[in-house]
């Protein structure tokens, strides 16, 4: 089955610089990951997806990196701000009549 | 797109108190959903899913239940709560996209 490990479970980042949360998964057969961002209280939400047919993604602010070759994903965020602070999750989309599994996150604290 | 509706947003029970939280789904139809616990500080504990109205599959033994009477409904149900139940409970969907959702959860306090 997946796995899902997260390096560093927790990162302390100044404002203005920029943030790598790193996320390993163990199924070399999954091909969709998504990356989710909690804040304290409330649900997970979407933040960036990225396919295995690419190897980089770019949103505002944030970029995903995938390396297939080593199982390994990161989420860059730039200009780490205050609201950037959260539990991130990546989450590799299940295989076929599985379900997904999630590690226990990154708490990013950005510090003023 | 998808939005997620859970309540209450936070409960206090006693312990052997029964337990009724509810999930409903706007803007898809026939969606897998999905009940999640969380600890504080730790990961997502997945409990039930669903694959249709009236379908419910477990995923680890405990002391809580769930139903889905519509499509777009997702139940969890105790009949006596226990200490152990405390927890954040989360509501996920995963639509015809292939992003999985997540409700604002439920804080649950059990006393």
């Known amino acids: 089955g997946e796995s899902v490990g997260l390096h560093l479970p927790t990162l302390s980042v100044q404002e203005g610089d920029n943030s790598i949360i790193n996320c390993a998964y163990s199924n070399s057969a999954s091909d969709y990951f998504i990356w989710y961002k909690q804040e304290s209280g409330k649900g997970p939400q979407f933040i960036i997806d990225i396919r295995s047919n690419m190897d980089k993604r770019q949103g505002q602010r944030v970029t995903v ?32 009549g599985q379900n997904f599994v999630f590690g226990p996150g990154t708490r990013l604290s950005v510090l003023p | 797109s998808q939005t997620i509706h859970q309540w209450p947003a936070t409960l206090v029970q006693p312990v052997g108190s029964p337990l009724s939280l509810e999930c409903t789904v706007e803007g898809t139809s026939n ?14 504990q997945l409990l039930f899913y669903s694959v249709g109205i009236g379908q419910i599959s477990s995923e680890v033994p405990q002391n809580l239940s769930a139903s889905r009477p519509q499509d777009r409904q997702f ?30 959860g439920t804080r649950l306090l059990v006393l």
């Open chain 1, 65 to 96: 990196l995938l390396n297939k070759t080593v199982k390994h994903l990161s989420l860059q965020i730039a200009a780490t701000q205050p609201g950037d602070s959260a539990v991130y999750f990546c989450a590799p989309y299940p295989p076929h």
């Open chain 2, 75 to 104: 139940i969890l149900s105790s009949k006596k709560l226990l200490l152990s139940d405390s927890g954040f409970y989360l509501c996920a969907c995963l639509g015809s996209q292939e992003t999985q959702y997540f409700g604002p």
């Open chain 2, 31 to 44: 969606p897998n959903l999905y009940w999640y616990r969380q600890a504080a500080g730790r990961g997502l």
